[in-house]
């Protein structure tokens, strides 16, 4: 019903930073909660930062708090991350998930996007 397509992943060196993109297709996108997630290697999928429906509330997880920003473009179906001064600790691949809701961190989501891969050399 709903499907999710990350980009902007990429190799960088700590400090720099990475505009991560999630396009979402249908027609609904306005009404979703929306959300990214990272995973690495042997670690369990943890939250990053979340987004309300309109964008006027946003969450963050403590370890990227200041340094990464989460936005949405309803017009384009379309949710950022934007993540500066990166470390070698956000290497992860990155994962943008959707689900309809009104609250700004929902108890779980129905959509997942594949993932895109984000390394941070030291």
């Known amino acids: 019903q709903v499907q999710l397509v990350e980009s902007g992943g990429g190799l960088v060196q700590a400090g720099d930073s990475l505009r991560l993109s999630c396009a979402a297709s249908?027609?609904?996108?306005?009404?979703?909660?929306l959300g990214w997630f990272r995973q690495a290697p042997g670690n369990e999928r943890e939250f990053v930062a979340s987004i309300n429906w309109s964008g006027g509330r946003t969450r963050y997880a403590d370890s990227v708090k200041g340094r990464f920003s989460i936005s949405r473009d309803n017009a384009k179906n379309t949710v950022y991350l934007q993540m500066n001064d990166l470390k070698p600790e956000d290497t992860a691949v990155y994962y943008c998930a959707a689900t309809r809701s009104v609250v700004v961190v929902p108890p779980s989501y129905d959509y997942w996007g594949q993932g895109t891969q984000v390394t941070v050399s030291s």
């Open positions: 249908g027609r609904t996108f306005g009404s979703f909660a």
